[in-house]
């Protein structure tokens, strides 16, 4: 069973910095993409950010200039710069393999609050 392990969430005030990272139990480079979701109280998941196996990037535009995805051998990371309250969620790491048929699995999830 493949495991995504978040870590990095906390609480940070407005226009501060936090770093999240997202480990997996198996190569990093099984996965055709990986993304950060985040869900926030009373709201639907939403996919924050993508990363493809060849790099490729892609934001949603509420993070667009602030968010940062990339990827290393060991793990995905999401920098994320001048918070605002509304960034407030948990964050979920999300992994698709590239076997045919693709798998996607889900970490547990860590909390980010925006708050002074």
């Known amino acids: 069973q493949v495991q995504l392990v978040e870590s990095g969430g906390g609480l940070v005030q407005p226009g501060g910095s936090l770093g999240l990272s997202c480990a997996a139990s198996?190569?990093?480079?099984?996965?055709?993409?990986m993304s950060w979701y985040r869900q926030a109280p009373g709201k639907q998941r939403e996919l924050v950010a993508t990363?493809?196996?060849?790099?490729r990037t892609d934001y949603t535009d509420s993070v667009k200039g602030r968010f940062t995805i990339s990827r290393d051998n060991a793990k995905m990371y999401l920098q994320m710069n001048s918070l605002k309250p509304e960034d407030t969620a948990v964050y979920y790491c999300?992994?698709?393999?590239?076997?045919?048929?693709?798998?996607?699995?889900w970490g547990q999830g860590t909390l980010v609050t925006v708050s002074s």
């Open positions: 999300n992994a698709k393999t590239n076997s045919w048929p693709s798998t996607t699995y």
């Open positions: 198996i190569s990093i480079f099984s996965f055709s993409s």
């Open positions: 990363i493809t196996q060849g790099g």
